[in-house]
């Protein structure tokens, strides 16, 4: 879904228990869960599977 956006979103994939300091800092409780950071600042997230359109739906809502 990330690379249908054609480079407007970026996906980085994070091992927690490899970086136990961003999982605190970040608060990530469950896996698997999606921030949505731009500038720095998370401004939206989802925990859980969610299925294709939900994806598309999360991700038109970032990019507009």
Known sequence: ???K???KVVMAKVDIDDHTDLA???E???VP???AIKNGDVVDKFVGIKDEDQLEAFLKKLIG
């Open 5 to 7: 956006q054609h480079g």
């Open 24 to 26: 605190i800092e970040y």
């Open 33 to 35: 869960t999606v921030l």
């Open 28 to 30: 990530v409780s469950a």
């Open 1 to 3: 879904m990330v690379a």
